[in-house]
């Protein structure tokens, strides 16, 4: 790949992409995204967690799944870290502990894209799921 | 007293975990966001003449109140509910000091917050550098409305990275694949500009 070093280099590099990806979320409603929240406080960054975030920014553009990756301070669970909230479009969000690159590829193959539950679920509440 | 052994304990653990400044950078940042900060300024300003790294992270968020300001350093005190701990600052602390440095914080309620870190480069203990590009690109991907205004300073020479001039340039933030773009654009504009240190010095 060549070398990136000016702004007019990156804008270029932009625009030949956007020439080569389908038009897709032009004037999309955001519930229809999968949202992913990465928790990326002092406990987060420590164990990690910028792999993760860069993983599921990488996988999921890769797997063209419409989605959003933001950080998140902490949720509480940091004995789990890292930890990421994922949000399918339509469903309560849930939360996964422990995850790495390993468990994000697996997370996005069987949750994201099946709505197949993982290993590793932090409990938010007590209700059963129905499905 | 028991926690406070308790802190002491948990900091010489932590003491292996907050390896890089890119870290503290990505932490730090965070507190800017939690703080509602519009626009946020990190900047590292190296110099080899007299050995010392400052890193600075300002932004236009709350800020903080004298009481605050004064509990900053205290592992026990933060503002989240999640828990009852906040190592960013603490943590910080540590690594600057282990090298002979200082860290400041100003802030004033309503305008904002400056973070001030000075490192000691010709201090074995210092930090290495880390993965800035990639923990700089993550901070920007997940903040497209924040404003990140972004400077490394060798000596006379400086990388700057602004996003709204990003948006001038009509790069667009949210489009996918920027990540892949962004991060190495800034590596390597890094990397010349590492180029230039002196090789005294511990930083890397």
């Known amino acids: ?131 | 007293m028991k926690w406070r052994r308790l802190t002491g304990i948990v900091l010489n653990r932590c003491l292996n975990i907050m390896v890089d400044m890119a870290m503290h950078l990505m932490d730090i940042s965070q507190n800017s966001i939690r703080a509602d900060a519009k626009n946020i300024q990190i900047a590292f300003n190296e110099d080899c003449e007299s050995s010392r790294l400052t890193f600075r992270v300002g932004d236009d968020g709350n800020g903080m109140n004298e009481e605050e300001l004064r509990s900053l350093e205290d592992p026990f005190f933060t503002t989240r509910t999640t828990r009852k701990v906040g190592l960013g600052i603490p943590l910080l602390k540590m690594t600057c000091e282990q090298t002979g440095g200082f860290l400041t914080v100003e802030s004033e309620a309503g305008k904002g917050t400056i973070v001030q870190a000075v490192y000691c480069t010709d201090n074995p203990d210092c930090l290495p550098l880390g993965d800035i590009a990639g923990y700089l690109t993550m901070l920007i991907v997940a903040n497209p409305d924040i404003r990140i205004k972004f400077t490394y300073r060798l000596n006379d020479k400086e990388f700057k990275l602004d996003t709204d001039e990003l948006k001038e340039q009509e790069i667009d933030l949210r489009q996918s694949g920027l990540p892949g773009l962004l991060k190495p654009f800034i590596a390597e504009n890094l990397k010349e500009l590492f180029f230039h240190r002196a090789e005294k010095s511990f930083l890397c």
């Open chain 1, 1 to 131: 790949m060549s070398e990136i070093k000016t702004l007019a280099d990156l804008k270029k590099k932009q625009e030949e992409m956007r020439n080569r990806i389908k038009l897709r979320d032009s004037a999309e409603n955001p519930e229809a995204f999968v949202q992913v929240k990465v928790a990326m406080a002092t406990c987060g960054i420590a164990s990690g967690a910028k792999e993760v975030m860069e993983y599921f920014v990488e996988e999921l553009d890769k797997r063209s799944i419409r989605s959003i990756v933001t950080q998140t301070g902490c949720m509480g669970y940091c004995y789990a870290e890292p930890t990421v909230e994922i949000t399918l479009p339509g469903k309560d969000p849930i939360v996964l502990g422990y995850v790495n690159t390993v468990r994000a590829e697996e997370i996005i193959e069987h949750y994201i894209k099946d709505g197949e539950l993982v290993d590793g679920i932090i409990p938010q509440n007590y209700n059963t799921i129905k499905s």
